[in-house]
């Protein structure tokens, strides 16, 4: 039969401290792991495009950092504030929060163009043609 002894204070110390010096060494990896970690930013994702309002079409449109339903809402309104003036008219302010920039080839009948609006991390892409 064998005899169990009794633990010693000094086995029960080391093993004690032995324990205590593992569970900072996870905590000391957990706050670094999260520390390092930042926020990841997602891609760009091309998304299927509305119905154009009027005579031409939506070409491409393309979102990152916000969904497709958003970046669909803005290219219509996006549209509407071009439009205002005129088939030829240029949007001059922000539409849905975010400010867009738009570059345009043309040709007497037709324009194409590539906006870009950005609001904090959030872009929408979009590219049009149309008939004037």
Known sequence: MRQIRPTSDRNRSIRSGALLAAVAATAAVSASTLAS??????????????KYPGSG??????VTNT???????????????RTHSG???RCTHTVMGFSCHEKRNSIPTEIDGRVTCKRRTATVVHTYQQNT
């Open 37 to 50: 970690a930042s926020p990841v930013a997602r891609p760009a994702r091309t998304c299927s495009v509305p």
């Open 57 to 62: 079409y939506f070409t491409s449109l393309s």
């Open 67 to 81: 969904d497709c339903a958003t970046g669909r809402k803005l290219v219509v309104a996006y549209y509407h504030c």
């Open 87 to 89: 088939p030829r008219g």
